[in-house]
């Protein structure tokens, strides 16, 4: 999979595409990160990308013109899938993260500032949030989808399928984990874990799963059952 990042802080990813998963995944070539700072296609003598909002108020706005050379700029960029990040979007999560490895070019347009004119946004396939809250750039909300997605592409992971065991899948969140000591301050791992027994350690699982889900993400919890019945 190949993922073009259009930013104007392309330093900020700096650690991230270096460090741990995602830097392995990069240097084993199973995902190729390209970023491009549209600031450099602005064709303003102060190179700047951002004005004042026709008919006033607070902010500046991310111009149409930079943004468009600079996406036109990418080779394939016409069938590549086009993401603009904006708390406007549809909310990012696992499904889509699965859904979105299976993609082979991906261009992300990262906003600052008050928003985007709205002429960027003809430009793009889709829109995603990554939560409902506002960040002052889509730098963050980037690194949140290309980490997710990358994550889930065949051999990223060294137990590549771990990630099939994660919170989310099947619409529960994962069971509880314990590794040594067997006892720290009083406090003992579950007799069945060191059991040995297999079967049992899987059913205990899937009941903690349950448990934990009904707690915490009662609607996660409704989807469960709504698709496995009851308990
Ligand atoms: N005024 C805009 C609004 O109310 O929708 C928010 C602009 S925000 C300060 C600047 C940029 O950060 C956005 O254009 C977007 O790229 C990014 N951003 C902020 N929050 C985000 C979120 N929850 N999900 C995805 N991108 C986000």
């Not at 000591?181 to 899987?202: A, C, R, T, W």
Request: with cysteine; glycine share 8%; charged share 30%.
């Amino acid at each position: 999979m190949r993922i073009d990042i259009l930013t104007l802080f392309p330093k900020m990813f700096n650690g991230f595409l270096s460090e741990s998963i995602m830097g392995k995944a990069i240097n084993n070539k199973l995902v190729e990160i390209n970023l491009i700072d549209f600031r450099e296609f602005s064709t303003n003598k102060h190179k700047k990308v951002d004005d004042s909002p026709y008919g006033g108020g607070a902010g500046m706005v991310l111009s149409v013109q930079p943004v468009y050379d600079a996406l036109i700029s990418i080779k394939g960029y016409k069938e590549a899938l086009k993401i603009l990040v904006t708390p406007q979007g549809d909310r990012f999560n696992q499904t889509r993260a699965y859904n979105l490895k299976d993609e082979a070019h991906i261009i992300i347009l990262c906003g600052h500032y008050e928003g985007y004119d709205e002429r960027i946004r003809d430009l793009f396939d889709i829109e995603i949030s990554i939560g409902d809250y506002v960040l002052t750039g889509g730098e963050i909300a980037a690194m949140v989808l290309i980490d997710a997605i990358t994550r889930v592409i065949p051999n990223v992971i060294s137990n590549d399928e771990s990630h099939l065991f994660d919170s989310f899948n099947g619409n529960l969140l994962e069971h509880p984990h314990y590794t040594r000591p067997s006892e720290f301050m009083g406090k003992s791992v579950p007799d069945v874990l060191i059991s040995g027994n297999h079967k049992l350690i899987k059913e205990w699982r899937l009941k903690q799963s349950i448990k934990r889900t009904k707690e915490r993400r009662i609607d996660l919890y409704h989807k469960y059952k709504e698709e496995n019945g009851d308990e």
